[in-house]
């Protein structure tokens, strides 16, 4: 069983900028697309970014491209999450998971608990 534990959230300005981290329990890490996700209150659960098991393939949602980059590190077991130029409409807790896919097949493990990012004034 995979553990996933998002960290770096927090309350920000619009503007501002955080840096989300997703460490996972076990080896084989690289074996896998990684995703981060995130659910705004009363909203489903929506896919924010992927990255290929290498780096050599990433997608973003509209709503955040430009703003956000997703990296991994592989040596960590680590995935990353900057996310600059946050809006009130980023608030949400970010959940990060292995992903069928770069194209969002769907998540393989059990979530983690999240981390909640809040952007206001």
């Known amino acids: 069983q995979v553990q996933l534990v998002e960290s770096g959230g927090g309350l920000v300005h619009p503007g501002g900028s955080l840096r989300l981290s997703c460490a996972a329990s076990?080896?084989?890490?690289?074996?896998?697309?990684m995703g981060w996700y995130r659910q705004a209150p009363g909203k489903e659960r929506e896919l924010v970014a992927t990255i290929s098991h290498y780096s050599s393939n990433i997608n973003y949602a509209d709503s955040v491209k430009g703003r956000f980059t997703i990296s991994r590190d592989n040596a960590k077991n680590t995935v990353y999450l900057q996310m600059n130029s946050l809006r009130p409409e980023d608030t949400a807790v970010y959940y990060c998971?292995?992903?069928?896919?770069?194209?969002?097949?769907?998540?393989?493990?059990?979530w983690g608990q999240g981390t909640r990012v809040t952007v206001s004034s």
């Open positions: 076990r080896d084989g890490f690289s074996g896998y697309v």
């Open positions: 998971n292995a992903d069928r896919s770069v194209y969002g097949g769907g998540r393989l493990f059990p």
